[in-house]
C-alpha cells in the first residue's frame, strides 16, 4: 500500500467559462482592492484590445500595467516588473497573457515580499534539486489574479520558472502561496492565441499528465486525473486544430490543463522531457509548449526499459494502437503540424554534449523514471529525438 500526502494549493477560486472582464472586475470589487497592476504580453497589449478592456474596466482601481516580459521569463524583466509594482504601490498584481507572464507575475509577489530588487538577489531565494528542498522565502504579501491565454498550465501549482542568461539554466522558484489566489478560465480570450502556441502549450499540459503518471512520486488520486487529461486533450486539441473558432473544443482543452496540475499540486515530481525542456527554453530559446513536442515520445521511448507496463496504461487512456503510447503522442504532435525533432527547432547534432551537460542542473532529472546519472545518459535521449 503506498503512502503519501496531498496539500490542497492556495488558490482561493477559479472562474470558468464566463467573461474574463466581468469575472476579473468582480473578485478586484470583492477583495476590494485599489491599486491593481496589470502584467500582459506585449503581442496581447499591443495588437489586441483585450488589455485595454480589462484596464478600463478596472476604472481608478487600476495602477499601471507592464509588457516587457518576454518568452522564458528572464531574470532582468522580472526585476524590472516587481520594482514597477512596488513604485505604483499595487496591491493586487493580474496577469494576463501565457506561461511567461504567469511565471513573471508569481516571482514578483516574492520579490515584494522579500525585498528584492536586483537580479543577483533571487540567487538567495532559487529553488535547487528536488531533494534538497526550498530556501526561507517570506510569503507573498501581495497576491495575484491570473488569467492564462495558453495551455502551460502554471496558473495552477506554486512553482515558477525564471531564466537565468548568464548560465543559460531555468531556475526554479517556489512558496506554497506563490500559486495565484484567483484563476480565470475564459475560452474566448484564448482566440487571440497563435494557433502554433496555442496547440503547443496543449502538448505541454500533455505532458504534465503523461510525466505525472509515470512519476516516481505518482499516486491514485493524481492519476486519476491524469488519466483524464490522456482521454480528453488530444481529442479537444484535434478539434481545435479543425476549427480555430470552437470555443466548446477550447473550453475542454482548458479543464484538462487545469486537471493536468493536480499531480504537480499533490507534489508529484516529473522527469526528463520536462528538464530537458527547461534547458532547450533558457538555452536554446525554445518556446515552451514546443520543448515538449520534441523531448516526451523520445523521453517514453528512452524510459520503456523501467515502465513498460505503466506507458501501456497511457497507452490505453489516450486509445493508442498497440499500446505504444510514444508513437501515439509523435503522430498526434505531427498532425497538429507541430515539429517533433530536435533538428526542427534549431537544435543540431555538434550540440548535443552541450545541452545534455546542462540538462544535469536541473531537479528534475534525478526523479526521471530511469535513472539518469550522467549526461551520457541524457545524451542518450537527445539522441533518439534528434
Known sequence: MKSGSYRPPKIERVVFGSPYVEASCAIVQELDARRVFVLASRTLNRTTNLVAQLCDALGERFCGSFDEVPAHTPREAVIAAANRARELGADLIVSLGGGSQTDAAKVVQLCLSNDVTRAEQLDAMRAGSASLGYPPVKAPTVRMLAIPTT????????YAGVS??????????HHRFAVPAYVVL????????PDELWLSTGIRALDHAVEGYLSIDANPYSQAADLQVLRLLPTALSRCKADASDLQARFDCQMAMWLSTVGSQSGVNKGASHAIGHILGSWG???H???????????LRYNLLVNRDEQAQVARALGAPDEDAAGFIENLIA?????????QVGISADKLEELAALCMHD????????????????????????
Open 151 to 158: 495551455l502551460s498550465a502554471g496558473e495552477f501549482n506554486a
Open 164 to 173: 537565468n542568461r548568464a548560465t543559460g539554466v531555468k531556475e526554479s522558484f
Open 186 to 193: 475564459d475560452p474566448a480570450v484564448t482566440l487571440a492565441t
Open 285 to 287: 530559446g525554445v518556446p
Open 289 to 299: 509548449g514546443i520543448t515538449s513536442c520534441v523531448t516526451l515520445p523520445s523521453v
Open 335 to 343: 498532425g497538429l503540424g507541430l515539429p517533433t525533432r530536435l533538428s
Open 363 to 386: 531537479r528534475w532529472i534525478p526523479t526521471n523514471p530511469r535513472p539518469l546519472p550522467d549526461a551520457a545518459a541524457v545524451l542518450e535521449i537527445l539522441k533518439l529525438a534528434a
